[in-house]
């Protein structure tokens, strides 16, 4: 058994990040036993720009997910380049933390985006209604919580409730083949799994 301990900005991610990874662990590698913890939540601003903040909550995700298991980083990209500031964040955390495996993923623009990417497994689920003349490139919508909040039938879209339920019911497919930053949490999952256990099965379409 390896364990993952994610670091995420938003209370959303909490919930909805765990049921996700969860998925993928039963998509992608099936045959490896992956606990996925509690993520610890931070405010990124201070994350990113305070070297105390980052150096404490990167300690404690080491020692939670120990000597086997990894550490992933997921933020909104917003309006950075996701692969820059992957990049440099990843650099900065190896230097803090060289004991452990870690990966960042920056969903392009924001979480919800794969949503996007996999809009129509969403219809008719927590009144969500898919209209294909609507569907637009997941990754270029500044305000991607806007646009599946706009797609809700009357009713708000809320991050702690809907996000994730949507996450336990996206085609993961739909979100790979549509979604690079999707694909790249995707890699990070089957690199760091496979690196302690069998090899995984090829991507396959997800009926779930």
């Not at 991610?13 to 913890?37: C, S, Y």
Request: hydrophobic residues 40%.
């Amino acid at each position: 058994m390896i364990n993952v301990t994610a670091i995420v900005e938003g209370d959303g991610e909490v919930i909805a990040l765990p049921i996700l990874l969860r998925r993928l662990n039963q998509w992608l590698t099936p045959d490896i036993h992956v606990d996925v913890g509690y993520p610890i939540r931070v405010r990124r601003d201070r994350f990113l720009n305070r070297e105390d903040e980052f150096r404490r909550h990167l300690s404690l995700a080491a020692n939670k997910c120990g000597d086997e298991g990894w550490i992933l980083i997921l933020f909104d990209a917003d309006d950075d380049c996701p692969a820059e500031l992957g990049q440099e964040i990843l650099r900065r955390a190896e230097s803090i933390v060289p004991h452990r495996k870690i990966s960042v993923v920056l969903a392009n623009r924001e979480y919800e985006a794969w949503f996007i990417a996999a809009a129509e497994s969403l219809q008719g689920h927590r009144g969500f209604t898919y209209d294909p003349a609507k569907l637009v490139d997941p990754e270029q919508p500044r305000d991607a919580k806007g646009w599946i909040k706009a797609c809700m039938a009357n009713r708000s879209y809320g991050e702690t409730t809907d996000q994730p339920a949507f996450s336990a019911q996206i085609n993961l497919q739909l979100a790979f083949d549509r979604s690079r930053s999707f694909r790249k949490l995707c890699s990070e999952w089957r690199k760091r799994s496979l690196a302690a256990g069998p090899n995984s099965i090829p991507v396959r379409d997800d009926s779930v």
